[in-house]
């Protein structure tokens, strides 16, 4: 399903000469690395950005300090802005953003393990003035922490690619 996902992605990408960065936490870069594992994606990845820690979303993204406190690093807020600092720190025309409680530990009663909030960039064709369009979305895996690592690659993934087939 993944490769499916992935060599869509890249047709679409290739085809209108577009490129992509992700911004992860939870995910460790698992995104990044399943897209570099197919075969001429540099034509198509622009960069990854890896900002597990707090300190590495406000310092590689850009993402408020103020937000992270008073929503937390697993909210719609700061999905939000990590997908918005990605594409303002790189020369990607699409952004995905993932931020969540993997597990087996971190979760609480308002956020338990297994919840992913998921951002997603790009800049508005309509617009002069690289008007950011912003879209989020947050899911509930089930499983161990590989399981939910990997069902929001694909999910972040699959989304993405229903984002650049519509714009």
Not at 130 to 147: C, H, I, P, Y
């Amino acid at each position: 399903m993944i490769d499916v996902i992935l060599n869509k992605l890249a047709k679409k990408c290739q085809n209108n000469s577009q490129k992509i960065t992700t911004a992860e936490s939870c995910t460790g870069g698992l995104v990044a690395k399943l897209i570099t594992d197919l075969s001429g994606s540099s034509q198509w990845f622009e960069r990854g950005f890896v900002t597990y820690s707090n300190l590495a979303k406000e310092q590689m993204l850009g993402v408020n300090e103020q937000l992270i406190l008073e929503f937390g690093a697993v909210s719609e807020q700061v999905a939000a802005a990590m997908a918005r600092g990605a594409l303002t720190h790189s020369e990607a025309q699409f952004s995905l953003s993932i931020t969540g409680i993997a597990g087996p530990d971190g979760g609480t009663e308002a956020k338990p393990v297994g919840l992913v909030w998921f951002g997603w960039g790009y800049y508005n064709s309509e617009s002069t003035s690289n008007e950011v369009v912003l879209m989020t979305k947050s899911q509930q895996f089930s499983g161990d922490r590989e399981a939910v690592r990997t069902q929001s690659a694909v999910f972040a993934l699959q989304t993405l690619l229903e984002i650049i087939s519509d714009n």
